[in-house]
């Protein structure tokens, strides 16, 4: 071989190396797009959840999984950065920023408060269709001291059911709504209670009842429960049965208020977070326990575990604990919230 023919192949060889300082991103094409399609799901949900876009049950499920999605969004940012896709990983970052500054103050609790004033241990229940095992939920109002119980999905054989195992005994005044579908509801109080209309016009019962507490200020208390969004006029029902909830209390010369039941909807979900912009605190939240699931409990494999059950206070309410319980029988867990009214 000549040397003019060595100083060619030499020539096409350099031709033929990619130039100095860029290296091909791993995985080619595929890879990319790949990439692509996880971070515009990300962004989609990142919309429905800012943009309050539930539309019907698909929509609204994927909001509320905002909490794993976020999750999904960092694993997702160190794989496009591991691939070198640099501005998937720009886009991945920014959206998982905004998600990560709504979903992370529920981790934290806030500062205690000072509020002086009588103690209202307030737990919620879905019992679903009247199936709750009876003696659990018994057991639970006996040993945390609960003072006012609420029960949706609560049917009349379950009724019956409660006054023989005694819960009657403990919490002798009520307010009940019972519904052989599962629409019911039910309030029971350690206090005297006065039946009144803070939720009328809805798909299932919501009862509400004005709590005569020791001392100068009562409680209205709504045991809510709106309705399912699985698409068409349910999710207009359910925005509107939850943003027609009653307002908070704004001044102490008002019976303060607590609405406690299966929202169906988690902090995510732009209904619920409008009734909290009105100067309501979810109770979990405070206590740095808003991430803990409530449903579902009856083993869904294919249903991710959410925070649908709340217990919401008006602003000038303490909070002082909070808690979940299984209770067989029922797909939700109860809630408990410790709170103080103040005087």
Known sequence: MHSDDLVEDETMSEQRKPPRGRRRAPGGRVVTLLLLLLAAFLCAVALGRFGGLERGQISSALIALTPYVTAGGGVLLLLALSLRRWLTALVVAMVTAVLAGSVAPRVFADEPSNVQGPSLNVLSANVYFGEADVDRLVRLVRRNDVDVLSMPELNSGMVDEL?????????????????????????????????????????????????????????????????????GDTTAGWKREI?????????????????????????????????????YSDAAEVTGDGLAPTWPELGRPWAPPVALDHVLVS????????????VDGTDHRAVLAELVVPS
């Open 163 to 231: 006054r023989k195992a005694g819960l009657f005994d403990i919490l002798p005044h009520s307010v009940l709504a019972p519904e052989a579908n599962g629409d019911g509801s039910g309030i029971v109080s350690r206090y005297p209670l006065r039946e009144l209309s803070l939720a009328s016009n809805t798909t299932m019962r919501q009862p509400s009842a004005l709590i005569d507490l020791p001392g100068e200020r009562d409680v209205e208390y709504v045991a809510a429960h709106p309705v399912v969004p699985v698409g």
């Open 243 to 279: 943003t027609s909830l009653p307002a908070p209390a704004t001044d102490r010369s008002q019976p303060a208020r607590v609405l406690a039941g299966d929202f169906n909807a988690t902090l995510d979900h732009a209904p619920l977070r409008k009734l909290l912009g009105r100067g």
């Open 315 to 326: 602003g000038d309410t303490a909070v002082r604990d909070y808690r979940t319980f299984k």
